[in-house]
């Protein structure tokens, strides 16, 4: 066979896998995307320091929490829903977009508001709370975390747009946003760092610029006339019907997401400590970008299932891959320790460690990514809203324990630890759901 015939052969063999042809696609973007938004973090950690890394840490951890409040769990149940209404020559979803549009517009007054009521209390008990916080390194001012705020609304905006994309099975475009995002945040840091800036809050003011860029750009690509659709009756009954356990369990993920970092602040861990597992949690993002890759662009297909026996063809099918996934992920353990070294520098003498195992969570929730899809995709998001909720109570209560006493590597391997029987778990009820879809068919039949 010819080059160019084996080429042409391999281009015919991928495109014969739609799936594998989506997630490469995400992947493009996200990778690059992860790599901008990694080389934007290495550089303000480095200019930083550990000490003064860690408020910035706690400021992006505040920002994604107040994100995810309002973000993935509407847009999660949105992609959901216009899913099943999307066909090839047919669009009936753009009554749910408008729906969700208002809730996000209400939801982003009443999070702005809180944001200027809790500002200087929560400044006080997360950022000024570290041993080396008083005369050594100056806190960020409330008006700080009050941008912290600021960003997460505009981000829950933004992921509105990611969501229209997402549900017309649109990577390509799904996938540009993250891109751009983490350029212009590159870009800004680079010319910040160039005129010799090394202030945590201009820093942090430009990642949050970089998104209110994104946001103003992904709306303008948007159809016009989008929101031009009239809601039919019960529309917004019938996705709150739904919404209500995607909701719950997104509120419990995005907390728990970010649980480890706003305990070691409110606890008062050492700032460098702090700012060291703030690098390893910036590493380990790049594991959990390959675990929501694969999950975004499973979710839409598996919410063309419709009964057990698809729902068991679906899991037969893609448990083996996620499983191969996590194996080869696994692998990357071994580069944890040379790669934080490179990455973040000397100063940096515990973020390697720290990095490997907050990893090893990464891998295991791969390799339950089609269990959750399925989950979510047959109606039962209470399973997944049920589990996430224990490993928030389960990652508090320890971590609670663990912070003060054993401090940052504690706090590491109690996330990674509760985080990965989740995941096991995860199966377990994918599983004992699929029993019980089957047990209703039998009566209905």
């Known amino acids: 066979m010819t080059p160019s015939a084996r080429i042409e052969w391999l281009v015919s063999r991928f495109h014969s896998r739609p799936l594998i042809a989506a997630v490469s696609s995400v992947l493009f973007f996200r ?13 303000v950690a480095r200019c930083l320091g550990p000490e003064s890394f860690a408020p910035f840490a706690i400021l992006f951890a505040v920002m994604m929490v ?7 769990p509407l847009d999660m149940s949105l992609v959901r829903f216009a899913a099943r209404y999307i066909s090839g020559d047919r669009d ?5 977009f408008r729906f969700v549009f208002h809730l996000k517009c209400w939801a982003g007054v009443a999070t702005l508001a809180l ?38 609304v505009i981000i829950t905006f933004w992921s509105f747009a990611q969501a229209y994309y997402q549900a017309h099975q649109n990577f390509v475009r799904y996938g540009r946003f993250e891109l751009t995002s983490s350029l212009l945040r590159l870009i800004f840091v680079v010319v910040l760092l160039a005129i010799g800036t090394r202030s945590v809050m201009v820093v942090f003011g430009a990642y949050v610029a970089a998104l209110f860029v994104v946001m103003i750009t992904g709306w303008s690509s948007l159809p ?11 529309a917004g009954r019938a996705f709150f019907h739904f919404a209500k356990w995607v909701m719950l369990a997104g509120v419990f993920t995005t907390l728990v997401q970010r649980l480890d970092i706003l305990l070691l602040g409110h606890f008062g861990v050492a700032r460098n400590l702090v700012g060291n597992y703030g690098a390893a949690v910036s590493l380990a993002l790049l594991g959990d970008l390959f675990v929501l890759t694969v999950l975004h662009v499973m979710l839409p297909r598996a919410s063309q299932i419709k009964t057990a026996t698809e729902m068991m063809r679906f899991l037969k ?3 083996f891959p996620s499983l191969l996934a996590s194996l080869v992920m696994a692998s990357g353990v071994v580069f944890a320790e040379p790669l934080a070294r490179i990455a973040f ?41 049920i589990l996430e909720g224990v490993r928030l109570v389960a990652s508090l209560a320890i971590g609670i324990w663990v912070a003060p006493r054993y401090g940052v590597v504690g706090m590491a391997w109690t996330m990674s630890v509760v985080r990965g029987t989740i995941a096991l778990l995860t199966y377990v009820a994918a599983h004992h759901e699929l029993r019980r879809i089957r047990a209703m068919e039998s009566i209905a039949g």
Not at 66 to 72: E, R
């Open 31 to 43: 990778g690059g995307a992860a790599a901008l938004a990694f080389l934007s973090n290495v550089l």
């Open 115 to 152: 944001g200027l009521v809790f500002a200087r209390p929560l400044t006080k008990m997360l950022l000024e709370s570290g041993v080396s916080a008083k005369g050594v390194v100056q806190s960020a001012p409330p008006y700080g975390m009050f941008l912290a705020f600021v960003g997460g």
């Open 224 to 234: 016009r006339d989008l929101f031009r659709v009239e809601m039919p009756s019960g």
């Open 317 to 319: 099918r893609f448990w």
């Open 345 to 385: 520098g000397p100063a940096y003498v515990l973020t390697g460690h720290l990095f490997a195992i907050l990893f090893a969570g990464a891998v295991t929730s791969l390799a339950a990514a089609p269990a959750v899809a399925a989950v979510f995709a047959m109606g039962a998001p209470r399973v997944v809203a």
């Open 66 to 72: 107040v994100s995810g409040l309002a973000g993935p």
């Open 92 to 96: 009936d979803s753009r009554p749910y």
